[in-house]
């Protein structure tokens, strides 16, 4: 079955940075955009950035832009989430999701697997 796995979250100070990967099992992963949610607490699922099938497009919500960069490695089948200049206000689950199809697209509704999330706090 298709296996979605975080990792890389962590606690970390304000002006920090954290490199958080999600590694993809049981799909053709270069069939696949992939993306990247956040959930704060008593908040819901928010979408953070994405990527297209052959890595070659790329959306932000406008809050990470020029922080954050989402990149993809197909031979490795894993896709990568990488934070600078974190805020406290990043603070939350960070979830990987993927969608068949080259598309980049940022509602949740579009994503039919996901991971079980990555906790990244930081503190200010």
């Known amino acids: 079955q298709v296996q979605l796995v975080e990792s890389g979250g962590g606690f970390v100070q304000s002006g920090g940075s954290l490199r958080l990967s999600c590694a993809a099992s049981?799909?053709?992963?270069?069939?696949?955009?992939m993306g990247w949610f956040r959930q704060a607490p008593g908040n819901e699922r928010k979408f953070v950035a994405t990527?297209?099938?052959?890595?070659?497009?790329?959306i932000y919500t406008d809050s990470v832009k020029g922080r954050f960069t989402v990149s993809r490695d197909n031979s490795k089948n894993t896709v990568f989430l990488q934070m600078d200049n974190l805020k406290p206000e990043d603070t939350a689950v960070y979830y990987c999701a993927a969608r068949l199809g080259g598309l980049v697209l940022s509602s949740p509704q579009s994503y039919a697997y996901w991971g079980q999330g990555t906790q990244v706090t930081v503190s200010s």
């Open positions: 990527v297209g099938a052959d890595g070659g497009d790329t």
């Open positions: 049981g799909l053709t992963f270069p069939s696949y955009a």
